[in-house]
C-alpha cells in the first residue's frame, strides 16, 4: 500500500480516498463553459491513480487529449465525519501540490451523454502527488501561489485565494457525505489555464510554502 509522508517528521499515512472538488475557480469554470454550481461538486480519484516526483505520465490509448490541472492537495490527519467549518482545519495533517489529469475530450463525450466520467479522471497515473509539509508550517492555506510549467513556459499562475469556496467549507462539505479518515486527501480545484499535454512533456507544478512536483509524460 503507498503511502504518504510528512517531510521533516516519521509521519506517514496510508493513503486512503482521494475526494476531488471540481468547479473551485471562477476562471477555470468560464475557460471550459461551465456553470458556476450553487453547491460544491466532488468526484473520486482511487489511490491506484497516484503517481509521485519524477515519475511518468501514461496518457490512455482512449484519449487524444489529456490536461493538467494543478491543485492544492489537503492531508486528513484525523477521522472525521459531519465537522463544522469551524473546526475543520483541525484534521489536517499537511498540504502537498498535485495534478489532477483529465482527458477532456472523453470527459466532454461522457458529459455530453449524462454519464459518469471516472475513466477521464480515475485511470492510472492520473494523480502525480508531491509529498506533504506539515499542516503548522502553513501560514494561510487560503493565500499560496499556485502555477505549472510545461516545458519551461507557464500554464497555470494563479492563488488559492481565488477558491471560491474555502478549505473549511469545503471539509465540512465533504464530511456531511464521506466520513474522512486519516490517509484521505481532498484536491480543491484548479485555476485557469489548463491545457493539453503532449508525450515528452516535463511537468513541474509549484505552491509557495508546500513545495513542488515533476513529472514528465511518457
Given at each position: 500500500m503507498r503511502q504518504v509522508r510528512i517531510i521533516g517528521t516519521e509521519e506517514s499515512f496510508p493513503l486512503g480516498k482521494i475526494v476531488c472538488v471540481a468547479r473551485n475557480y471562477a476562471e477555470h469554470i468560464r475557460e471550459l463553459g461551465n456553470e458556476v454550481p450553487d453547491r460544491p461538486v466532488f468526484f473520486m480519484k482511487p489511490a491506484s491513480s497516484v503517481i509521485g516526483a519524477g515519475e511518468t505520465i501514461v496518457i490512455p490509448a482512449y484519449s487524444q487529449d489529456c490536461q493538467h490541472e494543478v491543485e492544492l492537495a489537503v492531508l486528513i490527519g484525523r477521522s472525521i465525519k459531519g465537522v463544522a467549518a469551524a473546526e475543520a482545519l483541525r484534521a489536517v495533517a499537511g498540504y502537498g501540490v498535485a495534478i489532477d489529469l483529465t482527458l477532456r475530450d472523453v470527459q466532454n463525450e461522457l458529459k455530453s451523454k449524462g454519464l459518469p466520467w471516472e475513466i477521464?479522471?480515475?485511470?492510472?497515473?492520473?494523480?502525480p502527488l508531491s509529498d506533504f509539509v506539515a499542516a503548522a508550517t502553513v501560514r494561510d492555506p487560503q493565500n499560496l501561489s499556485i502555477s505549472l510549467q510545461v516545458n519551461d513556459v507557464v500554464r497555470q499562475d494563479a492563488s488559492t485565494a481565488?477558491?471560491?469556496r474555502p478549505l473549511p467549507e469545503l471539509i465540512a462539505a465533504i464530511s456531511a457525505i464521506f466520513t474522512l479518515e486519516p490517509g484521505d486527501i481532498i484536491l480543491t480545484g484548479t485555476p485557469a489555464g489548463v491545457s493539453r499535454l503532449h508525450s515528452g512533456d516535463r511537468v513541474i507544478a509549484t505552491i509557495s510554502?508546500?513545495?513542488?512536483?515533476?513529472?514528465?509524460?511518457?
Open positions: 477521464a479522471k480515475a485511470f492510472d497515473t492520473a494523480c481565488l477558491m471560491l510554502e508546500v513545495g513542488s512536483l515533476t513529472v514528465t509524460v511518457a
